[in-house]
């Protein structure tokens, strides 16, 4: 029973490895294929060219096609180092309300351009040991989870408590698509609840380095519905580095 036990395991695992190949193709394919379709046509118009707008514009297109292709290729092999166990963390005194600050600069503009309201309530300091370029990606990708899925003019709040041994962030979100039954894929590499509704900088990997970072950094992760139309992913950081956590494949 323990031997067929493994075996399933193992089955489930080299499933998901299959599953997460043939994704990542099919990822790389779109943008390839928009590529070589630019870069075709390009070449067919070139003589026409009498404006060099026109062609800075298709110069353009293909910059936008090559950044969205170098951000899938860097997320990869950032998620084959952490699941690989060769990703460096550098621990020290990091102050979360700053990286959840300087996460949030960048992403300002969006959210006010889709009329999104926002709450933080940030103690002035909230220290523990941990990586702080790896805490920021945390935070970062969650921040811009949420601000890409949530619906125009929708809330972001995001609560910080804890103790003496712990920071707590409690990041929410108004939602109009995920149910119960949705929560446990959400940190799905690739899956999307509705893929028409994800612009080409999310590459639906962002949540799934989140898992990754998480368990590098010994962080607590939960998500849930408070209510059906409220999404709520909860981290609890140690204040403290403990003993480095073992999960199973």
Known sequence: ??????????DGAFQRERRFT????????TPISELRTLSEVGLQLAPDFTNPGDATQYFQDALAIANQMERLVTTLLALARC??????VAWRQVDVARVVQDAWKPLHEEAHRRGLSTTFVLPPEAVVETDSALLGLVISNLLSNAVAHTPGNGIITLETGGDETSVNLALSNSNNSLEAADLPRVFESFWRK?????GASHSGLGLSMVRELVALLRIDIDTGLPAPDLFRVSLRIPRVRGPQRVTAP
């Open 22 to 29: 043939s994704d990542s193709a099919h990822e790389l394919r």
């Open 83 to 88: 699941q690989s166990g060769s990703q460096p």
């Open 194 to 198: 509705d893929s028409a509704r994800t």
């Open 1 to 10: 029973e323990r031997l067929s036990e493994l075996l399933a395991r193992l």
